[in-house]
């Protein structure tokens, strides 16, 4: 892994929230914070469950275009991700990502997994900024 990537990870790593942003319908930028993902593969992928009549899976369906952001308060330094999010709504799905502590959050099957998949990225710390191409 790259000393950027590598970077990257740990901020990551050390974060309890992540800020998610669709497109509503009128094209505008709509920004929630969410838990941490509770799987990812390296800086590329990222794993969130969430509630399937929620207004971001309604707009992840009409537009996959997203941001993810993480933010480290203590060093004041950040990432930002473009990419687009994929709406995992069938059973497999579902049942392959299942924990049962998560039946205090969830009724009636309301489950759902958003998939994010990473394109580029922006690191800043230290008034600097980096750009990078996520392949």
């Not at 990551?12 to 920004?31: C, H, L």
């Not at 799987?39 to 207004?55: A, D, L, Q, Y």
């Not at 099957?109 to 392949?135: M, P, Q, W």
């Amino acid at each position: 892994m790259k000393i950027l990537e590598k970077t990257i990870d740990d901020l990551i790593n050390k974060q309890e929230v992540s800020f998610i942003s669709s497109v509503d319908k009128n094209g505008y930028p709509n920004t929630k914070a969410m838990i941490a993902p509770f799987k990812r593969e390296g800086i590329k992928t990222f794993f969130w469950h969430t509630n399937s009549p929620s207004m971001k899976v309604k707009e992840f369906r009409a537009n996959n275009k997203a941001c993810v952001y993480f933010y480290c308060k203590d060093s004041f330094s950040g990432v930002t991700f473009k990419g687009i999010m994929e709406v995992l709504d069938e059973e497999k799905s579902k049942k392959d990502f299942w924990n049962d502590s998560y039946s205090k959050w969830y009724q009636d099957n309301d489950f759902i997994v958003i998939k994010f998949i990473a394109e580029s990225c922006r690191y800043y710390s230290g008034l600097n900024t980096e750009d990078l191409k996520i392949e």
